[in-house]
């Protein structure tokens, strides 16, 4: 429900439900019709339920480095580390178990307008099968493949049925 092509989409799930949520109200609003209204709310009920079941997220940070956590599939794991990309310097994926967990999408929040601002990198990734993984980032140039990284960050991670 959530999970489209690897990625957690919550806004888009959120834009379905306000937007399907806007027609209903709309049509309860012009019929003023009861069985609407109820079935109204048993949509509602069903939509937040799906978001619950469809997965959690669980989010770390550098503090987290060393650690072992637990996942379920079809849980998404966010790591939130400082960088900043305009220096060259990126998390990279070093380490990691494609069987069980993969790689989703990356962002990156500075923490203000001015260029050239550090902020926070955010690396995704999605647990898909049970099993173990252990994940290593490393935070380097891609380009001074020679030059060793700056900095790492390791988790191993379980995950569930």
């Given at each position: ?53 469809a997965g959690e997220s ?32 990126v998390w990279e994926v ?68």
């Open positions: 429900m959530i999970l489209f092509n690897g990625e957690c989409r919550i806004r888009d799930h959120f834009d379905r439900f306000r937007h399907s949520f806007k027609l209903i109200l709309d049509k309860v609003a012009i019929d003023g019709n009861t069985k609407m209204i109820k079935s109204c709310a048993v949509i509602i009920f069903l939509l937040m339920l799906g978001t619950t079941l669980m989010k770390l940070n550098e503090n987290d480095s060393g650690k072992t956590v637990e996942l379920r599939v079809g849980n998404e794991l966010e790591v939130i580390l400082p960088g900043n990309p305009t220096t060259g310097y070093s380490s990691l178990d494609s069987n069980v967990l993969i790689a989703g999408k990356a962002d990156f929040f500075a923490n203000d307008k001015a260029i050239g601002s550090g902020g926070m990198e955010i690396l995704r990734f999605h647990a898909i099968a049970a099993g173990t993984s252990h994940l290593k980032l490393i935070f380097h140039r891609p380009f001074e493949q020679t030059t060793p990284p700056l900095k790492t960050f390791e988790v191993i991670v379980i995950i569930k049925k």
